[in-house]
Structures are given as C-alpha cells and as structure tokens.
C-alpha cells in the first residue's frame, strides 16, 4: 500500500512539523479555517491548495500576494514529485510521496504486469526452401522445444535468423527483449526496488520527523505572536509597544501596522469610556457624554458606549438645562448653546424647549432661584454628601442666587507650584509636562500629564484626563498642518489657526508666534499660487493676511500693484472697441489692490466715466 502525501517544514517559523496530505482537498495558509495553518506573517489567509488527482498531487496558488515557489520557480498550479521544495511566504516545506518518485523513474512505457503470466512456446518457423538460400549458405535445423523456459532461455537458431534484427528494426533480439521474464527476475526486481525505497524513507524521517530540529523563530515574528496574545487578553499598550517593534523590524508588515491602529483606537475608547463611568458616578452626566462620543464606532466598546449614552441621556440634557438658567445673566450664548444641546440629548425635555421659545421671543433669560427637578428614576438614587466648596467656588454660588453679587469678580487664588492649573476656558498644562510642551514635544508632554492623573482625586483626574486628550489634538493637528505646507498651502493654515486656538487654551498661547508665523508664511505662498492662477482678489487677502500675521507680503504686494497698472492700461486700449471688456479690467483692479492706492483711483474714475448700464461695485 502506497504511502500517503506529506509536507515537511524544513524552513521559516513552524520548522520541523509535518502535515500528512490525506484530504481530498488540503487548504494551507495563515487563517485559522485552513487545514493547515502557518505561523508566518507573510503567508496570506488562504494562500495555495493541494488537490489529490488520483495517484498524484497538484498545488494551486489562490492568488496570494507573495506567490508560490515550486523550486524556485513561480507557480500557479504545478504536479508535485517527491522532493519538491515548496515556498510560500518565509515558509519552505518539502513534499514527500514515495510513490510519485517510483513512477517518475520508471522507463516510459513501463508497466508491471498484476499477475505472472507463464511464456508461450515458441514455434520454430520451417526453413526456406533451399533454393531460395544463396549458394554456400549453410543450412539450419530447427531445435524442438521441450520447455516453455527452455524455449525462451535457449532460441533456437532458426528464430534468431528469422525474426527482426537490431540492423532492419532498431530493436534488441534474442533473450534482452525482457530483463525480467521470470519469477525469480521479478522478484529480485521488484524487492530491490521495495527495500531502495524503505532504505530512503528511514533516511527521510531520521532527517526531519524523528530528528525534531529546535523550532527557531525571528525576532519580528515572536514580537507579532506576543502582541497578538496581549491584544487577545486586553492588554492594548503592551500589544501596541510588541506590534511597533514589529514595524521597526518589518515596515512593510501590514498586519502589524493594522493591529498597530486597533491598539490607539481601543486604548483611547477604553479610557474614554472609564472617564465616563467615573462622571456618571459624580453625576456630572454632560461630561460623561463628552467623554462616550469620543469612542470611535470601530472600538469593541462602541456598543457599550452607546447604551451608556442612551442611559444617561435624559440627565444630561437636565443638567445642561439647569446651566443655561445659571449661565442666563452672565453668558446669554452659551446658555443658548447648552439649549441647543439639551434637546439633541433629549428632545422630550419641555423645559429646554420652554426657554427655547422665551428665546425666540425676545425675551431676557434669567437665572432661576430653584434649580430644576432632576429627572425622576424607579428608584430614587443615592445622592452623596457634596464635598465642602472651595471659596471661589462658593461666592460663585452665592452670586447666582443673589443678582446683586452676581458682577462681583473674586481674586484668583494662588495656585501651588507641584499643582496643574484649570482656567475655566479649559484645561491648561502644569506640572512636569509644562516643559515638555513648551519644547514642542507634544507627545511626550501627553505622556507625562496621564502618568499624573493616576495619584491625582477624581475631580482633578478628570481635568487632567481631558487636558491630555487636547494636547493630543494638538499634535495631530500640527502634524497634519505640517505634511499639508507644500501640497495644500490653504488646508495647513487653517490647521494652524486651529492651532493657535488649542494654545491659547492649554498653553495660554505660549506658541503663538510659532504659529502665526506659520501661518504669515503659507499665507504668502498660498498667495503667489493664486497670483500664479489669476485669481488676483485671493492673492490680495492673503497677502493682508501674510503681513497681519507679522510675517509681511513677501513682495506680493508690489506684484499685485504693477499687476493693476497693466489692467488699467488694458482696459484704456480696449475702452472705445469693447467698453465691457474694459470695466471689467478695471473692477478686477479694484479687488486686488487696496483704495489707498493709485491705480484703484484711476480704475474707480474710468469705470464712472465709461457710461452705459452702470453698476455699483460695492455689490461685488
């Protein structure tokens, strides 16, 4: 009985494995379906297959992006003989099947017959008559045959004379017809044959089954596998740190920069999420929704993210109602903004929806002396004992309920030296990040400020927590601005000014004149681009905006004024031929230098002077 086929790894990570071929179909790749599965982060999900075509065995790329090697030569589907060496990815695997080495050896044309079968006796054919011999040719007389194996090891000399000779047929005579047309022949044959092929397969598998090689696997492979298994058990930033020593190893590992992003998306949900638990906790249910839309739609917490939201929607939307009745005196727009807000969460809440109406009407709104009822629960929830307020915070209160105090500005309170600032506005940076952002070194500086919110109360924790999540704002915001400067001059500026307006919140604009220089310069070049275009009145308000920012026009402006001086003398040339053509060289002169200069005075003349259907160039 033939043995079956069988795949030898002899090289890459799963070194030293065998698999036996004893499907009808055997799926080999990296996906955890497959029949076989590989360890190597090279080889694709579904890489090849190898189909059992009867006694042979053919392999089949399934358009993998690395290809198959069938000994060194690119294959889409090849038959395999005993010994091939296979290799897809970093994986070289030999195949192994007696059998199809048996009958790639044997001679074309040769088959074994099942059963012997004894020779026939041979009939010796009469001699020609003597007359047709030549003269003194000798005279042959057949040998009777006594045996069918006497016939056949001793022929007579009358059928060797008479049957086909190598000269007239190319073909051997005589007893080399057959090398094997006796039992004992066969025998010898055939067991030689049998004990040649149990002779190399104990050679084979004290090689490679038996030998057991130690399985050595690279350094970038065991960093993928470790931060699988951290990513499978939770452990993102440890995941993270495995997956981007993989990409310094590998760059152009694909999976490792996927799972890379799934680790920054689930770290950033999870502490998004435990945020918001922590202000459902403190009943501070608006911040709680802040934090639960931060949780990207691919996380695995989305679904419980968006439950959390639906729970604690209805007391959000109470408590923004009950801001904007103290915001009302101070802060009208932002009372309106929390409104708005209110009825997004909820929009069955008939007092945002009151004060809306109050709005519209033209009514003031007034800070109310009751607070409004809080939603009504089953069950009544536990209501902690406030902790005792500090004294700014106390006379704020006490401003809201008495209006006479309500414009009385306290002094600020000296804030400690180890302490993070929080100015209303926002959170700013403090501690041992505040050198680390003024270097720039925005991630860094994220670092530092969660590494100091772990020892921090809750309500500072919080703060700190969210002045974490904007400095990592800023820096893609930065790093977005920077890759757009030469492509996208109008996209970066924008990013910057965005910028400029993150710094003043977290930095109290420690940055600004970095980033208003940035943005004079992109001002100036995205200027000359549209000068280069035509587009004479965008090139004109960004040069304003260049030499606003500090930067200057970059000589945009004496380019814009000789510009005119040419549009003004087009228009002159063309005035009595086509007086429509003219105006409207001068209107475009109008637009792109300032009313102080003189070709804006010549121009405005002319086009009160042209006659015709005149139009006021204010309406531009």
Known sequence: MALPGALNVIGGNDR?????????????????????????????????????????????????GNGTLVNGQRMDSHVLVDGDHIEIGQTVMRFEHASSRAAEAAPPGFAPSPAYVPPQPVRAMPPAPSAQLPSGAPSYEPMPSETPSDAISSPSPSLSMRTATPFNTGQRSGPLVNPIDTPLKRALVFGGMGLLSIIGLIIILSRTVLARPPVVASEAEELYKQGLRLFSAGDYEGAKISFAETITQVPDSPDAKRYARLCDTEIHARGAFKNAERSVGAHRYLEAIKSLDQVDSSSLLHDQAAQLRRDNAARASAEAVDEARRMASEDPETARGRLGQAIELDPSNEDARAMVAKLKSGAPLVASKEPAPAPVDKEPPVVDKPPKPERPKKGREHADRDPELATVKLPPQPVKKDATPVPAGGGAVGGSAMALYKAKDFAAAEKAMRQESVSQPQKQFQKTIETANQIRQLKQVVDRASGEEGTKPDLAIKDYEEA??????????????????????????????????????????????????????????????????????KGQAVQKSNVVQAKQYWRTVIKMVPNTSANYAKAYQLLNNAGGPHRDEDED
């Open 16 to 64: 030293g494995k065998r698999f036996d071929l004893k499907l009808q179909e055997t799926r080999i790749g990296r996906g955890a379906d497959q029949d076989i599965v590989l360890s190597d982060i090279a080889v694709s999900r579904r890489h090849v297959t190898i189909h059992m075509e009867g006694q042979r065995f053919r392999i089949k790329d399934l358009g993998s």
């Open 500 to 569: 400029l307006a993150l710094d003043a919140k977290l930095g109290h604009g420690m940055h600004a004149a970095f980033f208003k220089g940035k943005v004079g310069k992109l001002q100036q070049s995205f200027g000359l681009q549209a000068f280069g275009q035509g587009k004479f009145d965008v090139a004109f308000a960004a040069a304003k905006e260049a030499a606003r920012s500090g930067a200057g026009d970059g000589g945009l402006m004496k380019q814009l004024e000789n510009k005119a001086a040419d549009l003004v003398q």
